[in-house]
């Protein structure tokens, strides 16, 4: 299938991904296990609401828990570059018929909030509160260090609309998994803004849902080390998978599922991506080294489980998950 | 079942495990394995040998590949304090009516054979000629740095048996996996002469046989390593298990198989066991994080494959290795 | 003094910094210093220059090795956006009444060379032969596993004027330092156009003159082994500074000289920059933490020695470089 | 000067080294720096008295923090074998005219302290109270993974003569740094007992005085976690010499001082040398990579300062300090 070509001029400015919003169930065990396990910064928390951050970053959160009745993921945060370019999105929104509406959000400037045709839910902003970046507050790190968060993640029924649809914002396409043969359906897309492997990428599965939301580590040490810790205090059931190295970005990854099974990985040393030339690398679905170099197999529920966006009904991909399951 | 005391005055006085002799029946991808993947230093080499060493080791050779028709180990060597050791061992094996006699050995000095009532081919030496350890010459290292060989590993059909008859010869037990109730076998153990986990272990098996030897390297970001190098260069099928982290010895492990199939242990931080009151501790057969922290579980052939002693039938263990795989 | 602000639509596009061209008096012992005891991949080499790339990087060459009479900093490289942006350059530099020309390098599509107004000769160029990338060959891997160039830094007797003159350029500043007081002058300057905390660095000295240029590498762990093999090989009169952390960038770094005294920089653990509102980090030339978190001072050869560019005359600073040494 | 011989039968059996008493003028910033910054285990305090231990370490402490007018190093701790080693200690001690009794030590079993013919203050002791180590219980880690005490180090104003009396206790010499030419002095000795490479060093200088005490840590991560954590919090003046590599025991090494200035090294990656026939390896004081591999010299202080043990008098080393300063 054709792979979209970069679009250099694109109708408005996203940055980066900037921050989840996940609904959780009991607020004070995912704190712990945010706070505690995985080692974020707690940068405001009251009793509905916590706001966390890694350790590089200068904005107030990238990650906000949310008490509610059920697990989901509420919103996925990008950042633009300035405040035109949120009345340039509202005016991309508008053309496409697409809803979308500027929303009050606590510790951010003006923020527009949409959810895009396929499903997803998403929100937009040039400015958060500052905070002073913790980078050489050593003493402070804990858990697994985690700098910053780096990408989304989703399950997409769609995977080349949607694909498409986000390489129309800009989005490049860092690498690909596709079906052999002439009509090879895209199986997964890796795109990003930023100039590194990826801000948000795109797995073939029922959806929409988010498949996980990742944050960078500085060494697999600090990953090792996070495996240990969990395994020490009864977060072994949470360790889903890995660690590992990723054929794709060449990552070395850890997946794990918070109290309420939202996915988090935690990732390091992928590579840039930022040349205008930048090729995307295509991997065959037949490559056993794409999703694990080393060759253990994703346990079943990787394929499968992922966190639903409120009010946005699932649809099953156009073809088989177990495409990839199969691999 | 009874654990055995440690005894302070053994018959003859073993240091530590030295080298294993391994038949193998392709000498030149033999070597290449173990000299550009492991990184192994060959110390010397003719069209029949091969023998290697890791980089802090004195002796002139911890592991020794020969030419066969048929893969086999061939025999396990151990160190012991001085010549008169080799005199009382001798005496000891005598009084003990096992087979035994002085051989000529290359590169070594007087050195006592016998196996021992299970089957296990053993060769003690008290002398070997010397080489300046490569510790500090960083430029030759190469592969995943292995320094030192640190242990064996071996299928037994009677593990209470073996580890009683090794207890006499002074190895002390540091850890040991039992079936929980008051007449629960021991289904593993491992013993130590040098002053950390283990010189000798004991798996409950087929045997005899032997499961793995194990070189010991600095850090976790070696092994790593290793896994990026062996998946690059055609030898993804040859990881069998790990990376990962045991819960018995807290060790970080790979498992590799070499051409032969022989399998060898890649293997860092475990700890310290010289005090006379260290005691041996006991892990239920029940308890997952025994074998993997992580819980990350082997592959069947971990617990199935092995390799066999020239002319030492084999025998199925007493009770089910099931047992063990269960878990 | 005051800081130049983010120029977001730059006369032309430059994406990052891309090359170096080094003019060194013994091409085997610089390609064997580079090759070996670095590491970097060598792409192409004939008797009189050799090219050399990190395992990451998709272009030809990232350091450009050319046997001399003697030893300088030919040229530094850039990467611009695409052919057009060359134009707008030449266009630009036109304007500004700077010399330049097209010129035919190898390896190279359309070239643009100049030399600034501060003697600094700089080529641009959008278009450089594509190598498949050596990110997943780990087996080739050697040396300390040089990812990718990061960064140059130059000697600069005004800071002030060369940081304006490429603020214009569209480099946005991550960090500076500056003396205290209302009329504080900039005494170095850190300068990024792709998203990390440098691509041009300045640092008031006597020049124009190269500092270093530094190749990224994934963990300290490989700089600590870089560090063995150097001391190990005969290297030991190499290794200039560090192993330490910079409070600057908060990278943790090695300064090497090769043969001919040209000075990198081995370099990991910076942070992102990508944010439009990303706001320039000041340090206080008073404080220590500046130059090394852990305290230990550089060597005055880091602070007086450098490459200087074949014809560009040097200028002694505006004001006194001891400024920086006396912290 | 002649070195000592191995001795296989010494009088009692010394194991290991095992604790040190310090005398300390603050106990709450002792404690603070002990716990929070190295990262070691409380496992007792009262208002007087702080005991600590490393992760991996079975007994009670193996460190004691005394609330006391003046800092000292009050007494060096080490284990034997068993209780009967305890009186052959006191056989030996009494036949070598050397004052020494039974001490009531909290927490320990029957324990002989003496007065050795240098100055330092020694405790035996065969029994301590057990605790469960913490290996695996990873949520507990902090600071710099502290796994366990390792060596302690003193200037000798007489090392030839200290050297020998610990040789008749059995200690082996590893490596020792040597005057060149035939009456070349020996200037520095590390001995044994656990197979490692010491347990108690000697260096040339005014004394008795301990130099250092070392705690083991698992990798070089560990240490430069640690120096970025000092230089965040207010403990960049005690980090005193490193992170570097040692020439001599090849350790990777980070020299901090506690809030009254005693010394404490963080230390990873020596080896092993339970063998027998292991040959101590001779440094010249003319090699420069001895003190350490990579050519940082230490400052003056680590030549001249250390903690005084009470009621000991000075002496002045029988030749220059200068010797080992002037390397």
Request: charged content about 25%; overall charge negative.
């Amino acid at each position: 299938m054709p792979i979209p070509q970069h679009i250099f001029d694109p109708p408005f400015n996203i940055i980066r991904c900037s921050h989840a919003m996940l609904d959780v169930t009991d607020l004070d065990a995912s704190r712990k296990f945010y706070e505690t396990v995985i080692g974020l910064h707690v940068e405001d928390a009251d009793g509905d609401t916590v706001y966390l951050r890694g350790f590089e970053e200068h904005q107030h959160h990238s990650l906000v828990l949310r008490k509610a009745a059920t697990a989901a993921c509420d919103r996925l945060g990008f950042k633009v570059g300035n405040d035109a370019d949120l009345d340039k999105a509202a005016a991309f929104l508008a053309a496409n018929k697409i809803e979308h509406a500027f929303a009050k959000v606590a510790f951010q400037g003006r923020t527009l909030q949409f959810t895009d045709p396929f499903g997803y839910r998403i929100e937009l902003y040039a400015e958060m509160e500052k905070r002073p970046h913790l980078l050489r507050r050593y003493e402070m790190y804990k858990g697994c260090h985690p700098q910053r968060l780096d990408h989304f993640n989703v399950f997409a029924p769609e995977v080349q609309d949607t694909m498409e649809f986000y390489a129309r914002l800009g989005f490049r396409l860092s690498e690909y998994a596709e079906e052999d043969g002439p009509d090879g359906r895209i199986a997964a897309a890796w795109m990003h803004r930023k100039g590194n492997v990826h801000d948000f990428a795109l797995t073939n599965g029922r959806g929409p849902r988010l498949h996980h939301f990742a944050y960078w580590v500085p060494t697999a040490m600090n990953i090792l080390h996070l495996c240990d810790v969990m395994a020490s205090c009864g977060y072994l059931v949470n360790m889903e998978r890995g660690p590992g190295r990723h054929g794709i970005s060449n990552a070395f990854f850890l997946y794990v599922r918070d109290p309420d099974g939202h996915r988090l990985e935690i990732y390091t040393s992928d590579y840039n991506t930022m040349d205008h030339d930048h090729a995307p690398l295509r991997w065959s679905l037949r490559d056993p080294r794409r999703q694990t170099l080393w060759g253990a197999p994703a346990p079943r529920s990787w394929f499968e489980e992922g966190s639903e966006f409120p009010g946005q009904p699932l649809r099953e991909p156009k073809f088989k998950a177990d495409v990839i399951v199969a691999d």
